[in-house]
């Protein structure tokens, strides 16, 4: 077998494992699906009335909803990452002739999957809760095509915090910042409403090109984001992510 | 030697300023069990660890099945870990899988495709009731069973076995025990590192002692057992007259005049016990303690090397 095959079937019976350990922990199904549902509901029905946004509260927040179904799922992974360090079960694999990323890549995997699937839940949610997009189905591609990048980007970064880290406890917090940064963007309220100084962070950051990019596909707009902008913070995540966690993988590995 | 499974020359390793292994060799048959004795910190550990290509030397030769590990080239590298499975101090089992995944898990990555292999091993192991449940729901003993059952997947024709009984109730143990005889049965090679001189007596063909990064002793379980003290009973008298008449009424007795205790050797046999008894009732002296003493590590390593162990210090 090939060298690149071997890593390919190691990392899927890596990935198996991972989605095992996903469902066998209520608090990672929690935290990635259900809390991103019950923030929406908060938002939609409880805080979105007061909001001025100029169209039905539900289109203008689910672009925003989504980014933060991909971020509050991150903790689970960081987290785990950090545990399989410590347990000696990354001793066994280092001792086999496993594919070394293999590993990395199958949290990666589970993270991108996790995070796909509390966003197809987050869209059937704001369906029923009258979501009304203009999206063809082009469009819809493009939506799925950044929330997966995104995804994936967010993993590598995520698994790269959580190598990173000393204790799961602090891999697990690590992640704070990425969960908080969807709020400090245009997710939930239009970026120029916000105080001066958290607009300027609002405008500038990540999550907002990737926020406005979703807005405007869903809306039927596609010129309406910045594409370039969102894909490229997307691949300098992966990028940035990747070369951080195959360098603390191999110094703690 | 052909027939060595491992060979290992003027092994070095150092952290910064410490020196782990000062120069070791020692060469283990395959088919074997070779067992690295040494108490905790002797550097049993780090000499696992080069051996299954984990961490690096500074100096030295280690062949294992063949393939130079201080080489550090991939292809030996990959080579030698694809003969050789480990059992390490911590069961390394995934805990969020249950026994039954964790060796399918094992087969997958080692691309066994045999679909009564995991039924076996865990029959072989003892584990079959608990096959379903999660290993993070297993005792300490059935934890190192399903590690070593998770090593043996593949069968590798060389296996590390790094204390694999430290922290084992006596029962698991012995069980522990039987399992390596079958694996040797079946000419697998062993290395085995232990604090137990009771262990490395047991099941090993060759026993090297480790202290403090040097080999001081190295040779079959009945070479070295020549070389150790005795079993003997140690008395203590309350009386100075008292040790002097027994010193003089028990032959081959070394007495200790601070502690007023006399060492007298015997086979530990109720047989010769009663007789020592008897000889003291004769001669109407009376030992306020009485101790038979089989040696153990301390012992050894007094014998060896003239200072007691490490540990033995620090007690």
């Known amino acids: 077998m090939s060298s690149v095959s071997t890593a390919w079937a190691d ?35 409880v ?72 966003c197809a839940a987050i869209v059937g949610v704001a369906f029923a809760l009258g979501f009304d997009p203009s999206a063809n189905a082009l469009e819809w591609l493009g939506v799925i095509g950044l929330v997966v990048l995104l995804s994936v980007a967010a993993g590598w ?36 409403t916000m105080g001066s100084g958290v607009r300027q962070f609002a405008e500038y950051q990540p999550f907002t090109p990737v926020i406005e990019t979703l807005r405007g596909l869903l809306a039927g707009d596609p010129s309406g984001g910045d594409a370039m902008a969102a894909v490229a913070w997307c691949v300098g995540f992966v990028v940035v992510g990747y070369v951080w966690s195959v360098a603390s993988f191999s110094r703690r590995a | 030697m052909t027939s060595s499974a491992i060979a290992v020359s003027c092994l070095r390793k150092a952290y910064g300023d410490k020196v782990v292994l000062d120069g070791i060799d020692f060469d283990v048959a395959a088919g074997s069990v070779f067992s690295m004795l040494g108490p905790n910190g002797a550097g049993k550990t780090t000499t696992v660890n080069i051996l299954t290509t984990l961490m690096a030397a500074d100096a030295g030769t280690v062949l294992v099945a063949g393939h130079d590990v201080t080489a550090a080239t991939a292809t030996a590298t990959r080579a030698v870990r694809a003969a050789i499975g480990v059992t390490g101090q911590f069961a390394a089992v995934d805990d969020l899988l249950s026994g039954r995944e964790n060796l399918q898990m094992m087969a997958d990555l080692k691309r066994v495709r045999s679909p009564r292999l995991v039924a076996q091993l865990l029959e072989r192991f003892d584990l079959t009731e608990s096959a379903d449940k999660l290993a993070a729901t297993y005792s300490g003993g059935m934890r190192r069973k399903l590690d070593l059952a998770m090593t043996l997947v593949g069968d590798p024709r060389i296996i590390f076995l790094d ?103 015997s086979d530990g046999e109720s047989r010769s016990l009663r007789a020592l008894l008897d000889v003291l009732d004769e001669h109407l002296l009376n030992a306020r303690e009485f101790a038979v003493h089989t040696p153990d590590l301390d012992d050894v390593f007094l014998a060896l090397t003239g200072r007691p162990s490490a540990e033995a210090i620090a007690k």
Not at chain 1, 18 to 39: A, T
Not at chain 2, 210 to 228: C, F, I, N, S, Y
């Open chain 1, 47 to 118: 805080f979105g009335g007061g909001f001025s946004v100029g169209e039905p509260y539900i289109d203008y927040a689910t672009p925003g909803l989504l980014v933060m179904a991909v971020s509050s799922g991150l903790g689970a992974t960081s987290t785990s990452v950090n545990d399989d360090m410590r347990k000696g079960i990354i001793s066994r694999l280092q001792v086999m002739d496993v594919s070394r990323g293999a590993v990395l890549t199958g949290h990666v995997v589970v993270t991108a999957v996790r995070c796909t699937v509390a």
């Open chain 2, 163 to 265: 204390e694999p009984t430290t922290g084992l109730d006596p029962r698991s143990r012995r069980t522990m025990w039987g399992i390596v005889r079958e694996l040797v049965a079946d000419g697998t090679t062993i290395f085995l590192t232990t604090q137990y001189l009771d262990e490395a007596d047991q099941l090993a063909d060759r026993i090297a002692v480790l202290d403090q990064g040097r080999l001081v002793a190295h040779g079959t379980p009945d070479e070295l057992k020549r070389r150790m003290p005795g079993t003997h009973v140690r008395l203590r008298f309350t009386d100075p007259a008292d040790l002097d008449t027994a010193a003089r009424i028990l032959a081959g007795s070394t007495r200790d005049d601070q502690e007023l205790t006399l060492r007298v050797p």
């Open chain 1, 157 to 192: 970064l995520t698994v790269a915090l959580g190598l990173a880290a000393k204790t799961p406890e602090s891999a697990g917090l690590a992640t704070v910042p990425l969960i908080m940064l969807p709020f400090l963007s245009s997710a939930f309220v239009p970026a120029d």
């Open chain 1, 11 to 45: 990392s899927a019976v890596m990935l198996r494992r991972n989605i095992k350990h996903s469902m066998r922990n209520p608090v990672v199904v929690f935290n990635s699906v259900l809390f991103p549902i019950v923030m929406m509901l908060m938002f939609v029905k």
